[in-house]
DNA sequence: GTCTATAGATTGATAGAC
DNA sequence: GTCTATCAATCTATAGAC
């Protein structure tokens, strides 16, 4: 076990300066000092700031929405052959839980759950376009299981409360690396096996309220 | 009625470009050039660049606050006095509804909208301590009024279904501005009435799911 | 692959004339 | 109050030695 080299420790400083100050905040030189590289290492590497968070983001998105889309189509196939409609709170955990997950599977991973969780709040398009050409398959798909498990709601209905749902999610992912916003000492660093149990009925509640 | 100072065209001209931008992507040069005004004038009329966004989150934020605040506190005078408790609804509609009110109430005041969905969001402690000063009391009286209208769920659980209630409210904000993120054709700008009734009772049935 | 050195542009802020 | 001019620092990116 060699120690990582100089293109993991440059993907692994951004990683955590992206997600503590924001893609426009950092400067390479932040990311090559804190890796312990040189300047010019960045553009050697990947050629561009842009291709570097790009790589950041696909680097864990990829594996991340892989297992998703397989419990997503699971859940969908199951259903179909059960006859009987899909349930909404296994898809949220479908699609939320493997995030928690990869959370509690390496140290630093939560830099990575921080990073994720603001992208759709990015101001500026280059992190959002990033996300969202990772992301859209996965909502497409989780939309359409949703659509299955609460067929009984509009369309337009379900689209707004998916979207209301996604800022529950967005904002508990940023939040959870930093310190939380109200009532700290009524809501210490937990693990996100607890959140989940949380934000799981919270969001299965607000999808299914009556009309 | 004469045309706005310069002061307040730097203050409008920035109110957008934060928005659109970020704080730390717009420059003051940005600026001052859509406020036809001379670059060393935001220097002069508020000192720096971080006073600038100070003064461009106060201006709005304090008087949306005070009337949440009148609200907020009516609603819990009312139930006081009645003896009953309030309704959870009828707590996030004060929270909610003056800031929605605002949106339609000038042409521009959709981009102050997205500015503050996203501070919650924003990786630098610039700009959301400056959101954080001014809404931390707003929060906690409605952390007040929600613990009396739902007095069965414990305070931990309480907390957390709150944040997740920030969530679904910010990216909704900073949502109401720009593109929708998925099924675009089935969502297109809709004024800020239509989406309240929609996210209330979303917000609504998470809050008082059962445990 | 790693380094030094630097180009070329942009930044926030200020000094001083008017 | 508004302007020009500029400072000193910082930025991304690159050229070229090793």
Redesign the pocket.
């Known amino acids: 076990m060699s120690k990582p ?3 993991h420790r440059i993907l692994d400083a951004a990683e955590r300066l992206f997600a503590d100050k924001g893609y426009h905040n ?5 990311i090559t000092s804190a890796a312990k ?9 990947f ?4 291709a570097l968070i790009s790589e950041v983001m696909d680097r864990r998105l990829a594996p991340i929405n892989k297992i998703r889309t397989e419990r997503l189509k699971a859940i969908q196939q199951t259903a179909r052959d059960a006859g009987s409609p899909p349930l909404a709170e296994e898809a949220f955990c479908a699609f939320i839980e493997p995030m928690f997950t990869f959370r509690e599977s390496a140290p630093n991973a939560r830099h990575f759950i921080a990073l994720v969780g603001r992208s759709l709040a990015e101001p500026d398009g280059t992190v959002r376009n990033i996300f969202k050409k990772q992301i859209m398959p996965v909502f497409q798909l989780l939309f359409e299981v949703i659509s299955e498990a609460l067929p009984h709601i509009p369309e337009k209905v379900l689209y707004w409360r998916l979207h209301f749902a996604i800022g529950s999610v967005s904002h508990t992912m940023h939040c959870l690396c930093s310190k939380p916003m109200i009532h700290t000492e009524c809501a210490p660093p937990q693990d996100s096996t607890e959140v989940l149990r949380l934000l799981l009925p919270f969001i299965t509640a607000g999808m299914e309220a009556p009309l």
């Open positions: 080299d100089t293109k950092t400067s390479l030189r932040n590289a040189n300047l010019a290492s960045v553009n050697y590497h050629g561009s700031k842009e």
